[in-house]
């Protein structure tokens, strides 16, 4: 039987910030090596297919991915936030019914998206823009919705050090992806044949995800044999957990779609098109937040399970400070140099971008900074207090970005984005300051008491 200390679970305060930090380096070279294979195949696609079969094949992709998204109930968060319980209680039997749940839960998400989607693409596709044959076709990528999901298999990965088995998997299937493509490419393959092949290399990942999260499970739960004494991980606990992340899930996937919709409307298409220019830009910021969300949760799961919350609200402090270092000057690069880029890249008259480009930019580098604040309210207060505060900051949103373009104009375009994050990361300090001076009230002994 494998040692405890030695299987890859088990966290000293030491390290910390050594461990985060590798696990970010491996999260974003396997981010950058999927999008530069993904860069490939797109290229490649574009050749081969032309430009109303490529429209088909990302609109059967977009609906799938969609679904997914307002499916999806974030199980890999579960999987960590409850699975750092069970370790810490040395609950193997415990550990197992944690994952257990969660793939239920993913099962049952997949489903619904894999109905929908297959709805969609049989009874009404002129609703996405696709034809009856292309819905047809596409039936295929619908069925294969219903094994998409890995999510709890993927926290377990996370949790359990295994960051580069999840990130060696999404790579592989970027890569059979770009080779997919470079084969029907060659054999001058129609749209239905691209159909066929994305739907099956799609559904490889999550399943070899599911097969290595329980091999690693199965490996981890056997070193651990303690009693489940303390533990609260009951299936109502974590179906309410999932409930909360779900709700924050659609607020994210509403609010990345919701301010083109609102400047389009308000300032017209010209606006529009300026507005995602300048997204594009900004977007790059919140790539580096999600990989260090994913990077820092297992960690910061295990501290708190451990009863160590005020050594993990000192992490989280320290990543703040240190994602601010960094997110200040690529700002201060934006707001030199944006604008000249803009007029390099796509012509003269999307220099006007500028201003919406610093907005968003602004608002996801504060994302940025306060990666890991979301990540700890999560885990020390719960996913239903994440998704209060979150709707107050998604009512910010919806404010500003109304009030921004109504009041600035085009340049106004993005206040959108800033008010959230900002209005997210205050309340989310708020709530952890008061949460450490709670805890450490708890623990210090009244001078006065006999």
Known sequence: MMRPERSGVWRSGQGVLGRVAQNFGTVVAGQLAATSLGFATLALNTNALGLEDLGRLILVQAAGEMAL?????????????????AINARDGAGLRAIWRFGLMLDALSAAAAALVVLGLFLLVPEWIGLSAETGRAGAIYAATLAVSFAGSSTGILRLCDAFRTVIAVEVAVAAMLCANAAVLSQLGAGIGSYLVGVSLITAIGPVTLNLLGWRRLRRVAATLDGPAAGTSYTPRDMLRFALGLSGVTIMSTLQNRAEFLIVGNLLGP???????????????????????????????????????????????????????????????????????????????????????????????????????????????????????????????????????????????AGAGRLGYTLVLAGLSLRLILRGRAADRNRFTPDKDAP
């Not at 999307?350 to 990666?371: K, Q, R």
């Open 69 to 85: 998204g307002l499916c999806s109930f974030g199980s890999w968060s579960m999987a960590v936030r409850f699975g750092a319980s």
């Open 270 to 412: 010209a606006a529009g098109a300026l507005f995602g220019v300048a997204y594009r830009f900004g977007a790059l910021f919140s790539r580096f937040a999600e990989a260090g969300r994913q990077s820092v949760y297992p960690e910061l799961g295990h501290m708190v399970a451990g009863g160590r919350f005020d050594q993990a609200v000192q992490v989280a402090f320290r990543l703040v400070r240190l994602a601010a270092v960094l997110a200040v000057p690529a700002l201060g690069v934006l707001a030199l140099w944006g604008g000249p880029l803009l007029s390099k890249l796509f012509g003269p008259a999307y220099a006007a971008a500028w201003p919406n480009m610093m907005l968003i930019s602004a608002g996801m580098a504060v994302g940025t900074a306060t990666f890991a604040l979301d990540s700890l309210v999560v885990l020390r207060f719960g996913a239903d207090r994440l998704f209060g505060i979150s709707l107050i900051a998604f009512c910010t949103f919806i404010m500003a970005a109304v009030a921004g373009p109504l009041m600035l104009g085009t340049a106004g």
